[in-house]
């Protein structure tokens, strides 16, 4: 018999009332399709310090795969699209790092203003990709689980 997965979900506190979205959907996906998943969550600042934490959680071995989440907009200071890139980036090197597989539900729109229709609309999206990412996460845990163990038949 096979276990159930064990997933991580890292949220990034800005915007969090937008960024929260994409764990509600990650865990309404996961009890509709794996209900027995588990997930841990944890909070950090910002999308920056996403690629960090996901890379020690990913070196504990206690996680099929990590998901994380953030919301990175153009506030008129610095270049969000840089920042957006290095956490992407950051986040991909640190699945590389560890084997373990890390997703990105990080999103950067290219126009963003704290009205009432762009929260609707971004936390309505957020839902959906989190969703997406739950999707993501069982296929390439039992993607993994079954090239550890070629021959074996894979149950989805």
Request: glycine share 8%; charged share 15%; net charge negative.
């Amino acid at each position: 018999m096979t276990k159930s997965p064990k997933f991580a979900f890292i949220k990034a506190g800005w915007h969090a009332d937008i960024v929260d979205q994409a764990l509600a959907g990650f865990q309404q996906r996961l009890d509709e399709t794996a209900p027995g998943a588990e997930v841990d969550v944890f909070d950090v600042p910002g999308a920056f310090e996403m690629p960090l934490l996901a890379q020690k959680l990913a070196g504990t071995g206690k996680y099929d795969a990590i998901a994380a989440a953030a919301l990175v907009v153009d506030g008129g200071i610095y270049r969000h699209d840089f920042v957006a890139q290095a956490v992407v980036s950051g986040l991909m090197e640190a699945g590389l790092k560890t084997g373990v597989p890390v997703l990105s539900v990080s999103l950067t729109p290219h126009h963003f203003q704290p009205t009432q229709a762009h929260q609707g609309f971004f936390a309505a999206h957020f839902v959906e990709k989190g969703r997406e990412a739950a999707d993501a996460a069982v296929q390439i845990s039992a993607a993994h689980r079954l090239a550890a163990h070629p021959g074996q038949k894979q149950v989805a």
